[in-house]
């Protein structure tokens, strides 16, 4: 079956605009993943979601950061007034329920001007 | 320091030799997840365990809760395996919340 795909692979943007990044899980799954990887790091987590609702959003570097998962399946994550220190492969993933095996999307590369 | 530490950074081998690598962590957890990303960053979960040990099929997964630590072992080495390997602990309490390590980079050559 389909794995997670995110949307758009690639985000070229200027500093100070907004721009949003996509995400569609695997069909069933309850639980979705948001990290952030910078070049040569490991990934970093940003927030996850039971349901439609946000369990832990305590990895949002600030209040730029947003993210929505309003019928429980495809999440967006929005990032207002981008800077260049956002630049980094932002990823998905997605578990049959949390505390399970996660299934990482391939990434969207962002990276601010 | 951080919460989650990976040895070796990088790592080279032959075709067919043994691999460990190792990740030390300093916070309670509930569970430690073993990950593959090749280059070009797709990443495939290869264990999540809490105790124990776990095999598929050339890798094997140990972990030691008192010791805060565990290994990723792979037998007979193949190219196919060279990739980036990271580890990631769920701490403890009331959250699904992943603290990866910077990973280990690995390169087998035929």
């Known amino acids: 079956g389909a794995g997670v795909s995110q949307t758009p692979s690639n985000k070229v943007t200027e500093k100070g605009k907004y721009v949003e990044l996509r995400c569609d899980p695997i069909s069933g799954h309850t639980a979705l993943y948001w990290y952030r990887q910078s070049l040569g790091q490991g990934p970093e987590f940003l927030i996850y979601?039971?349901?439609?609702?946000?369990?832990?959003d305590s990895g949002l570097p600030n209040d730029r950061f947003f993210a929505v998962r309003p019928e429980g399946s495809v999440s967006t994550l929005k990032i207002q007034r981008t800077e260049r220190g956002d630049s980094a492969v932002y990823l998905c993933a997605s578990s049959l329920i949390s505390y399970n095996e996660q299934f990482f999307g391939p990434g969207t590369r962002l990276t601010v001007l | 320091k951080n919460e989650v530490e990976q040895s070796p950074q990088n790592l080279t081998a032959q075709e067919g030799e043994f691999i460990t690598i190792n990740c030390s962590y300093s916070v309670g957890i509930s569970a430690l997840h073993w990950l593959q990303q090749h280059p070009g960053g797709g990443i495939v979960s290869l264990f999540m365990l809490s105790s124990g040990k776990k095999k598929h099929g050339r890798l094997i997964a140990t972990i030691n809760i008192q010791e805060k630590h565990s290994s990723l072992h792979i037998t007979a080495s193949h190219p196919r395996d060279s990739a980036v390997y990271i580890c990631a602990v769920r701490s403890g309490g009331n959250t699904d919340k992943l603290i990866f390590g910077t990973g280990t980079r690995l390169q087998v050559f035929p």
């Open positions: 979601f039971q349901g439609t609702g946000a369990a832990d």
